[in-house]
């Protein structure tokens, strides 16, 4: 069994599409980044990379290589998912936290849940998505920048 951690923050921009879980969110500002910049998938791609012990997302998707410039995080995902595979890994489960003031997320947070157990060939109740506002705190709480968290479970075959 080996344990992973991820973390990942982008600022809320005018003009982005905001992609969180690879579930499109309704709002009038997106994630700046150099793919969709989808934080959660991101931290989840983070965790599990880290819980096989093959560095980190920016090792393997480096936001300077034009291949991954509005990429949907569901792919840098699935190419996570297959390098960790690869290693003889299977995923036991997967628990986040998306950290943001707004939008109001718990009505996307079923379809995330079945979308990133769709791209690691698990069940939807083993990926826990869950969201916390800071109450007004910090960059997320100030409505900047939205925020996530994930820890993932492998074990080996």
Known sequence: MRVGLGF???PLVKGRTLWLGGVEIPFEWGLQGYSDGDVLLHCIADALLGA???KDIGHHFPS???RYRGLSSILLLKDTYKMVSTR?????????VIIAQRPRLSPHREEMARRIATVLKIAPPQVSVKSTT?????LCGRGEAIAAQAVVLLAGD
């Open 134 to 138: 800071t109450d007004g705190l910090g």
């Open 64 to 66: 300077e290589d034009p």
């Open 52 to 54: 096989a012990g093959l």
């Open 8 to 10: 990942d923050l982008h």
């Open 88 to 96: 003889g890994y299977r995923v036991v489960n997967v628990d986040t």
